[in-house]
């Protein structure tokens, strides 16, 4: 059996915007929901949800079913056993929160990679080795992995450089909700200096030659970041988009009541 392409980095390493949504409400029902509504890719958040491995393999089981929305990851941190257990159960892509350094991404490769280039666990009766089927998997599944990388701090911002140019990072994200609060204005995303620290670090991102990332609520500002050259560009939340509808039903009735 062949492992299954990954059609995410296929498509930021050519340079195709893909449009994401980030799913916090951690089951596959929900994931599955949205899985038809025509975005390139779902984020499966497990760092801001109670989502955990077992509820990321159950949406990972539900989107198979849609071979045209990709699946990323975010662990809850940047921890190499947390990262084994997400890429034994299938999980081709992952965008690890809160680096800070050039180590830090190198510390996220090694997690990614098979002895001798790094110090992931191998066992051959996983789900992504389709339970030994797949027998090439040790062979093949580097060059079927994608790792991203979050910037969210000060501290990330001033080594962005050198984090992009690790070996193994195959793509930058900026995580602005952090930043906003790392550079002294905690919950003021529109804040001047966010806004500008965010579109220098998409600018700066670019020039790398690495692909560039983002989350924003925004539409008028994804426009933006996608014109400074996000590749990969999450445009909501499925939490905000059930609670933003739901009040906006419930005023509706309200108000004519």
């Known amino acids: 059996m062949e492992l299954p ?53 159950a949406q990972l089981q539900a989107l198979a079913g849609y071979p045209d929305v990709s699946a990323v990851v975010r662990p809850a941190t940047n921890d190499p056993v947390l990262i084994k257990r ?71 911002l001033d080594a962005l450089k050198e984090i992009a140019a690790v070996d193994g990072v195959d793509g930058v994200f900026i995580g602005p909700g952090d930043l906003a609060a790392s550079l002294g204005y905690i919950g003021q995303l529109d804040h001047p200096a966010v806004v500008a620290a965010v579109e220098d670090a998409i600018t700066r991102i670019v020039a790398t030659g690495k692909p560039a990332g983002i989350l924003t609520g925004n539409p008028a500002f994804a426009d933006r970041c996608i014109a400074l050259g996000t590749i990969f560009t999450a445009v909501g939340v499925d939490a905000g988009l059930l609670a933003r509808g739901a009040d906006a039903l419930a005023k509706r009735f309200q108000t004519n009541a």
């Open 86 to 156: 997400f890429l034994d159960i299938g999980a081709q892509t992952l965008l690890i929160p809160y680096v800070q350094s050039a180590d830090e991404a190198r510390a996220a490769v090694a997690a990614v990679r098979y002895p001798p280039a790094g110090i992931r666990g191998v066992s051959a009766l996983t789900r992504a080795t389709q339970f030994g089927r797949a027998k090439e998997y040790a062979a093949s599944a580097g060059d079927e992995i994608a790792l991203l990388v979050q910037i969210e701090t000060q501290a990330g």
């Open 5 to 57: 392409p990954n059609r995410f980095k296929r498509a930021i390493r050519s340079g195709t915007q893909q449009i994401g949504l980030w799913c916090t409400l951690s089951t596959a029902f929900t994931a599955e929901a949205v899985a038809g509504a025509g975005f390139d890719w779902l984020l499966l958040d497990t760092e801001h949800s109670p989502g955990d491995v077992l509820t990321v393999m």
